[in-house]
């Protein structure tokens, strides 16, 4: 699931997004590319420190479920099914734009 969600990112938000952004963007698009790096490193020192209150690997789906129980974790389950089907749907419209 975690390379899922890297090739969507990757995919989508790099090679096919980024040139027409541009476009309409201009120098304001590495402005946002800064302040989303320094966002995912927020979220990763989050995602580090509850990793060491929980001894137990897993993703969202684990810490939902250790520290507010199990009909949380089970909509984020859900949630991130649904978040990897939507991110693997935009890599396929951004693909496409390149073929049809």
Do not use: D, H, K, N
């Not at 990112?9 to 963007?25: D, N, P, R, Y």
């Amino acid at each position: 699931l975690t390379l899922l969600g890297v090739g969507a990112v990757i995919g989508t938000g790099i090679f096919v997004l980024t040139a027409e952004a541009a476009q309409q963007a201009g120098p304001g698009m590495m402005l946002s590319f800064i302040i989303a790096g320094f966002v995912c490193a927020v979220a990763a020192l989050c995602y580090a420190e509850m990793a060491a209150m929980v001894p137990v690997s897993g993703s969202a789906y684990t810490y939902s479920y250790a520290v507010m129980g199990e009909l949380v974790a089970w909509m984020v389950g859900w949630a991130l099914i649904l978040v990897y089907a939507i991110a693997a749907g935009a890599v396929s419209v951004g693909w496409s734009g390149y073929f049809i």
